[in-house]
T-cell receptor, first 111, second 115 residues
Framework: KQEVTQIPAALSVPEGENLVLNCSFT??????LQWFRQDPGKGLTSLLL?????REQTSGRLNASLDKSSGRSTLYIAASQPGDSATYLC??????????FGKGTRLSVIA | KAGVTQTPRYLIKTRGQQVTLSCSPI?????VSWYQQTPGQGLQFLFE???????NKGNFPGRFSGRQFSNSRSEMNVSTLELGDSALYLC??????????????FGPGTRLTVL
């Protein structure tokens, strides 16, 4: 059974700092991995999707990497801003199976 | 292109009642999935519908049911509500195109409170 773990559970950084969020999964037979952002009480916003054949994806200040063999993904946020404060969730898909989510990392960027 | 929409956004019910939640996927998406999110359990998968057929089902009691219509809109129903059903219910849609297989797009959710 696939399990997804995100460390740390919470993170507080000063504005402008670069940071890394971690995601690990137990079964490397994944089809893709998706990073989401969730603001309090709101739905999930898709940030990046990495297919299993890819090593990384970039969107603006965000860069996500995937190492399938070791069961790890990282989300790198450059030059963090207070508007980046949210919970970040990673989820893995193994094809025609439901997404399996981690519990998320709650990020606070202090001005 | 409009995103995933969910109605209603907020609901307050009492124990024993039933509730129906609605989800309209992104135009052209034929897969709709439902998730329950609680502070303790995180996001848990309820079920997925594709072309009006249930394709996957999570580990929830039979009080939780769903369906999908020919226009891909989906509804989920919870009967005999319990206090523990209080949660944010999220709907996600996806396309099955080769370039973005199973990329999920989520709606804003329905916040259900059971008193």
């Amino acid at each position: 059974k696939q399990e997804v773990t995100q460390i740390p559970a919470a993170l507080s950084v000063p504005e402008g700092e670069n940071l890394v969020l971690n995601c690990s999964f137990t079964d490397s037979a994944i089809y893709n991995l998706q990073w989401f952002r969730q603001d309090p009480g709101k739905g999930l916003t898709s940030l990046l999707l990495i297919q299993s054949s890819q090593r990384e994806q970039t969107s603006g200040r965000l860069n996500a990497s995937l190492d399938k063999s070791s069961g790890r993904s990282t989300l790198y946020i450059a030059a963090s801003q207070p508007g980046d404060s949210a919970t970040y969730l990673c989820a893995v898909s193994s094809g025609n199976t439901p997404l399996v989510f981690g519990k998320g990392t709650r990020l606070s960027v202090i001005a | 292109k409009a995103g995933v929409t969910q109605t209603p956004r907020y609901l307050i019910k009492t124990r024993g009642q039933q509730v129906t939640l609605s989800c309209s996927p992104i135009s052209g998406h034929r897969s709709v999935s439902w998730y329950q999110q609680t502070p303790g359990q995180g996001l848990q998968f309820l079920f997925e519908y594709f072309s009006e057929t249930q394709r996957n089902k999570g580990n929830f009691p039979g009080r939780f049911s769903g369906r999908q219509f020919s226009n891909s809109r989906s509804e989920m129903n919870v009967s005999t509500l319990e206090l523990g059903d209080s949660a944010l219910y999220l709907c996600a849609s996806s396309t099955e195109s080769r370039s973005s297989y199973n990329e999920q797009f989520f709606g804003p959710g329905t916040r259900l409170t059971v008193l």
